[in-house]
């Protein structure tokens, strides 16, 4: 059984219940499903998780990613959207909502400027440029280090930024041989020049 500890939001009158324990997922396990039941939220201790929904015509749609350390599944709705599925062995720790409270709000207002954002990558840049803003968005999420790990596929980040996973693999190529990124691994990523790099997303 989870032991679960209440604990307070600023100006909340409901506690939010945090289950202590870790909850561990396999690659490729689903966390919730579009239709699901709403009213819990998690954080990711490690690991990461992807968030999708499926088109009329079956493609899948990436929202968004979520590394360790950051929040998902606040939901407007008494449903959730999107299906929520751990990329690689994750571990989560989940929250019961409260009705109020400033921690809430902050999460909702985060995800809709993230929201925002994505929207103008998709709708204005070109694919070198939403490639490059990516990689520097990850490389910031994760500490700003020169060296990080993309845990997600190449079909998932083609998915995520409207482009086909040629045309992924194929700036990949590009910014390793303007010497802009040097890749270690398939899912480990240096950046060699951060200031070049931004430049190509300006």
């Known amino acids: ?16 219940t945090r289950v202590t324990q870790v909850q561990t997922y396999a690659g490729g396990k689903e966390i919730y499903t579009p239709g699901e039941k709403s009213g819990t939220f998690y954080e990711v201790e490690f690991g990461a998780v992807r968030l999708h929904r499926l088109l009329s015509d079956g493609r899948r749609q990436v929202i968004g990613f979520y590394l360790a350390g950051e929040t998902f599944g606040f939901e407007a709705d008494r449903t959730h959207a999107f299906f929520a599925e751990a990329i690689v062995p994750t571990g989560l720790r989940s929250f019961s909502q409260p009705g109020s409270g400033d921690d809430i709000l902050k999460l909702a207002l985060r995800g809709m400027l993230r929201a925002q954002e994505h929207l103008a990558v998709i ?11 990516f990689l520097l968005d990850m490389a910031n ?3 700003n280090l020169d060296h990080f790990d993309l845990p997600m596929s190449r079909l998932d980040i083609a998915d995520y930024l409207g482009l086909t996973i040629e045309t992924v ?4 190529a590009k910014l390793r041989a303007s010497n802009l990124i040097k890749l270690q691994s398939v899912r ?8 070049a790099l931004a430049s190509l997303c300006a």
């Not at 209440?6 to 939010?16: D, G, R, T």
């Not at 693999?169 to 990949?172: Q, T």
Request: hydrophobic letters at 40%; aromatic letters at 8%.
């Open 123 to 133: 709708g204005r840049q070109t694919a070198v440029e939403r490639i490059a803003g």
């Open 169 to 172: 693999s194929r700036v990949f």
């Open 1 to 16: 059984m989870l032991n679960a500890t209440p604990i307070a939001f600023p100006c909340s009158s409901a506690p939010v």
């Open 188 to 195: 480990c990523v240096q950046i060699q020049d951060f200031k």
């Open 141 to 143: 999420r994760q500490g």
